[in-house]
Structure formats: C-alpha cells, structure tokens
C-alpha cells in the first residue's frame, strides 16, 4: 500500500495558503485545485480551514487531520480490516462513497487512518 493523501487543517487558510503554495510547489507538487496539490506520484496534500474553537489536537484543529492509504483491491482492505481486529483494535464499519470504499481507523490519540479502495 502507498500514502495516498494527506489533509492539513490550519488556523487561518487566507494566511497559510501562499506559504504551503510555495512550499509546495518547490518540492515538486502541482496544484490540482482549490487548496489540493498533487505529486508527480499521486500524493495529495489538502488544504482546510480548522474550526476555531478547537484545542491543539481535535479532528478538525491545526495539524495532521488523517493519513489516508490506498488497498490495491478489497482482499487488501479485509485483510488489513481482520489483522487490525485479531490484534484487538476496533475496526470501525466500512463506509461506500462515490466509486470508493473506505475504512477510517482511530489510533490511540483518535486520529483517523484510512484504509480505501477505488472501485
């Protein structure tokens, strides 16, 4: 499996978008759309606006919002469902998008780990 997107919430999106712009484009991402750059190998990097009222770590504060992974089929997103569930961590139901299936894993801290697979 590969990283296949990354979702940083800031304070302040009039103020952080034209530094992650150019920080961005220097290592080599291409902007795809509104807040969204994309590398040369698919990685998306997604610009949101975090709530104001929330502490240093809350889903939707500053920071890392979630890591997301892509399965190459959905063998691999069940086997990574049943290994999770064997090791005796919760394995939260599977969620169908539009053309996606996801499972959006808590660690300890509650960050959300996704595991997808693109139909």
């Known amino acids: 499996m590969k990283l296949d997107h990354m979702v940083v919430l800031v304070r302040s999106i009039e103020r952080s978008l034209p530094w992650y712009a ?5 290592i ?22 975090a709530k104001s009222d ?9 920071g890392l919002n979630h890591l997301g992974f892509t399965a190459p089929d959905m063998a ?3 086997a990574v469902r049943d290994g999770m569930a064997k090791a005796g961590f919760e394995v939260p139901e599977k969620q169908h998008f539009d053309g996606e299936t996801a ?7 509650g960050m959300r780990v996704e595991v997808t697979v693109y139909d």
Not at 103 to 109: A, E, L, V
């Open 54 to 62: 929330t502490s240093d770590y809350a889903r939707y504060a500053p």
């Open 103 to 109: 499972t959006f894993f808590r660690d300890p801290d």
């Open 76 to 78: 691999a997103l069940d």
């Open 22 to 26: 150019a920080m961005l484009e220097l």
């Open 28 to 49: 080599g991402f291409t902007k795809s759309r509104d807040h969204v750059w994309l590398s040369d190998d698919g990685l998306a990097i997604d610009l949101k606006q």
